[in-house]
């Protein structure tokens, strides 16, 4: 079982930057891919972006591509989305999510994420 954990959102004016943090228990952290999703009002759940178990590889929607970037610690069991040149259309309930898939990038499907966090809200004012 694995907990996570959100930290990090909150409002910000268009333009700017936010860091969102994911820490998750458990000793196995490094085994799995970790992703990051947001849900805006009034519409589905969507992929953000994801990085492999080592932080080798990463993956990006196209919406984020250029102004987000996805890092980890494995030695603090933590995930974090460095959000640059925020925009309005960003603001959304952002979510982390773990995945024990090895196929890559499995884990940009939500059905293939394994445990999910509460969720941050991230609000970006014009």
């Known amino acids: 079982q694995v907990q996570l954990g959100h930290s990090g959102g909150g409002l910000v004016q268009v333009g700017g930057s936010l860091r969102l943090s994911c820490a998750a228990s458990g000793r196995t952290f490094s085994t799995y891919a970790m992703g990051w999703f947001r849900q805006a009002a009034g519409k589905e759940r969507e992929f953000v972006a994801a990085i492999s178990g080592t932080g080798g590889r990463a993956y990006y929607a196209a919406s984020v591509r250029g102004r987000f970037s996805i890092s980890r610690d494995n030695a603090k069991n933590t995930v974090f989305l460095q959000m640059n040149s925020l925009k309005p259309e960003d603001t959304a309930v952002y979510y982390c999510?773990?995945?024990?898939?090895?196929?890559?990038?499995?884990?940009?499907?939500?059905?293939?994420?394994?445990?999910w966090g509460q969720g941050t809200q991230v609000t970006v004012s014009s």
């Open positions: 999510a773990a995945s024990s898939r090895t196929s890559w990038p499995t884990i940009i499907v939500e059905s293939q994420c394994d445990y």
